[in-house]
């Protein structure tokens, strides 16, 4: 999925995907294993 961005704020793409990776990291690892090295 592409990176999700609010509407106006070009700036927080970076953040989002952050907020993202921290968020569904668990939910990541169980799926692919390794697409994070933690």
């Known amino acids: 999925m592409p990176p999700q961005t609010l509407?106006?704020?070009a700036?927080?793409?970076v953040p989002l995907d952050f907020d993202f990776t921290f968020a569904?990291?668990?939910i990541v690892e169980l799926?692919?294993?390794?697409i994070?090295?933690?």
Request: contains cysteine.
């Open 36 to 38: 994070y090295g933690h």
């Open 7 to 9: 509407p106006g704020c």
């Open 24 to 26: 569904f990291q668990p």
């Open 31 to 34: 799926s692919s294993g390794e």
């Open 11 to 13: 700036g927080c793409q």
